[in-house]
């Protein structure tokens, strides 16, 4: 599936006009629990590029689980919209609304995965260097901090030594483990 994405990226990077209606009449509810200009802009700007419309909702409209359990939030919004693309703190947040909405949910960001900008980074290595075989990658996103921990909290302990070769290990076992993914 993901190979499929990139495919369709490349296609639509070819021939932006030729998706123009693709989504039209369809409407995308945003949550945005975590704010962010650029994430915000992109798929606000895709969705109506692809004929759709968007709905965002910040921070200070709700919290999922706070005032609305999630099942809830998922309910009502399979009612009014097509499509749920969610920024939020926790990923169980995203599974939560994955497992009881009958829309696609979009993970635009938790506190454990970035899946759209390792899609995005993919396909600009692809476009730039048309394979990962060979390249070494190194990562710094914030979420990426949780899953290195996850990483290092799998593997064996280490023999004491100083931090820097620690963390450059860690920093090599997941763009190790995220490439292998990706390939």
């Known amino acids: 599936e993901l190979l499929d994405i990139i495919k369709l990226a490349q296609d639509v990077k070819k021939s932006p006009a030729a998706p ?3 989504c039209k009449g369809k409407v ?3 949550i945005f629990e975590k704010p962010s200009l650029r994430t915000k802009a992109t798929f606000e700007v895709g969705m109506y590029q692809l004929g759709g419309t968007s709905i965002y909702f910040g921070p200070a409209e709700f919290t999922l689980g706070k005032r609305e359990s999630v099942p809830d939030v998922a309910h009502n919004l399979e009612r009014w919209v097509n499509l ?3 920024r939020t703190f926790a990923h169980a947040n995203v599974i939560g609304l994955g ?4 829309r696609p949910i ?3 960001l938790t506190d454990l995965h970035h899946p ?3 899609l995005g980074d993919y396909l600009t290595i692809l476009d730039h260097k048309k394979t990962l075989k060979g390249l070494k990658l190194a990562f710094d996103w914030p979420a990426l901090e949780a899953e290195a921990r996850r990483l290092a909290a799998e593997a064996p302990a280490p023999k004491p030594r100083k931090r820097a070769a620690i963390e450059a290990d860690t920093a090599e076992r997941v763009a190790a483990e995220m490439a292998e993914r990706m390939a």
């Open 20 to 22: 123009r209606d693709a």
């Open 28 to 30: 995308q509810a945003m």
């Open 84 to 86: 749920v693309t969610v």
């Open 99 to 102: 497992a009881t909405c009958a």
């Open 106 to 108: 979009i993970n635009a």
């Open 116 to 118: 759209c900008q390792a």
